[in-house]
């Protein structure tokens, strides 16, 4: 197995249907335009080829601050998400200081991040219109034993999901009686 690695917010460097597996781990919020990042990917997939992607869940990223400038001073620790309102429709970008480095009580030591919140829908429709057909979709719930090592955080994610993980495959593409090419 080859690992290739690429940012999927400009065009790939691949050939077209390259890659019989492609994987992207909690990197779709960080691309502001979700549809041709898709696109890209399901360009370099061979058909019947199978995307299995990971991303913030959008319930978690709606309570992200936005990024205005009266909001630059807000808190936006961990701690502070309790009191986050959620803004899960229109899609402003995000800046946030995020613990992404562990489970435990970690400081990202002022380090701000950019990403960008979309809908499930968002998800769903870029997806589809990149040629692809959502097989499986999880929403994890946080392991029991994280309960023990941090229960705000365990609380926190048993009540608005962290991620949001699914499975999508390239499906053979078609002439139907139109003339028009169209998924089987």
């Not at 978690?60 to 986050?84: E, I």
């Not at 435990?104 to 057909?133: K, P, W």
């Amino acid at each position: 197995m080859e690992l290739c690695v690429a940012d999927i917010s400009k065009p790939l460097p691949f050939n077209e249907a390259e890659f019989d597996t492609v994987f992207t781990a909690t990197a779709l919020h960080y691309v502001e335009n979700l549809g041709n990042a898709l696109k890209e990917i399901a360009k370099a997939m061979k058909t019947k080829a199978q995307l299995v992607a990971s991303a913030l869940h959008p319930m978690s990223t709606s309570r992200f601050p936005a990024n205005r400038l009266s909001q630059s001073d807000a808190l936006d620790s961990w701690d502070a998400r309790h009191s986050w309102e959620a803004q899960y429709f229109g899609s402003p970008t995000r800046v946030i200081e995020t613990p992404w480095l562990g489970f435990g009580n970690v400081s990202s030591e002022g380090q701000r991040i950019t990403c960008y919140h979309h809908t499930t829908a968002d998800y769903f429709d870029a997806i589809r219109s990149a040629g692809l057909t959502i097989t499986d979709l999880v929403e994890p719930e946080p392991p029991a034993e994280f309960a023990a090592r941090n229960p705000d955080r365990y609380n926190e994610a048993m009540r608005v999901p962290v991620y949001l993980i699914f499975r999508a495959v390239k499906q053979p593409l078609a002439i139907n009686s139109s003339g028009q090419i169209a998924q089987q």
